[in-house]
């Protein structure tokens, strides 16, 4: 393995089944809360963290300073359609340069196959947006679950995994995927705090978009041990 090429990251036996038991209760935890919307129910926490994030008696003003609201909207368009496709297209273009087609044609994947993913329990679900709060940012679809949570996981975290096996050394790896993982989290808990998607919408989001990114990441790696034979 020369300087120039870093050595990919080690898939050890056992972490295939770990990594398949984790991506099922991901899943699972996903349906289970589709489950519960489409038998009606809701979770509890869901409004009183919505009120929470509001100034009581003024609904319309969230919490916090003033520059808070700005910042929630401008994290929350690093999940929106435009941002991830230039970010998602950008990623490609720097996999193709390090000639590793494969993994540009894995990230076009995980972001058309998330948005299908989004868009068809949208619409399977069609559960309303929150009328609890008034919205901070402007919303037409469905709220279940959350397309902005579910899409960025999916591409940032499979972007994030797979440029960190250009990298040399963990702390490098560690610290790109990190930096993808908390840009996801913040993206989610801004669509909250708009008042646009409850939490469970996000955590749906999350949930479902983590475990594609992982299935996708998986899919390349074993796709890869075999050809490498």
């Not at 009183?48 to 401008?74: E, F, N």
């Amino acid at each position: 393995m020369t300087e120039d090429n870093p050595k990919p990251i080690v898939f050890r036996p056992w972490l295939w089944p770990a990594l398949g038991l984790f991506v099922l209760s991901l899943a699972g935890l996903g349906a289970y809360l589709a489950d519960e919307l489409i038998e009606g129910e809701g979770w509890a926490i869901d409004p009183r963290i919505l009120l929470g994030l509001r100034v009581s008696g003024h609904l319309d003003t969230p919490i916090g300073p003033h520059w808070l609201l700005q910042s929630a909207v401008d994290i929350s368009a690093l999940g929106g359609p435009t941002l991830m496709w230039l970010f998602g297209v950008s990623g490609l273009v720097w996999l193709l340069y390090q000639r590793r087609r494969a993994e540009a044609g894995w990230i076009a994947g995980s972001l058309i196959g998330a948005s299908l993913i989004s868009s068809s329990l949208k619409y399977a679900i069609g559960r309303p947006r929150p009328s609890l709060v008034p919205h901070l940012a402007q919303v037409t679809d469905s709220s279940f679950p959350s397309g902005h949570s579910l899409v960025s996981a999916a591409l940032y975290l499979t972007l994030g995994l797979m440029l960190a096996e250009g990298q040399k050394g963990w702390a490098p790896r560690v610290a790109l995927v990190g930096f993808f993982a908390l840009l996801v989290l913040l993206i989610g808990m801004s669509r909250v705090f708009l008042g646009v998607h409850w939490p469970s919408d996000v955590l749906g989001g999350w949930s479902f978009g983590t475990a594609w990114a992982l299935s996708v990441f998986a899919a390349n790696r074993w796709v890869r041990a075999r050809t490498e034979r």
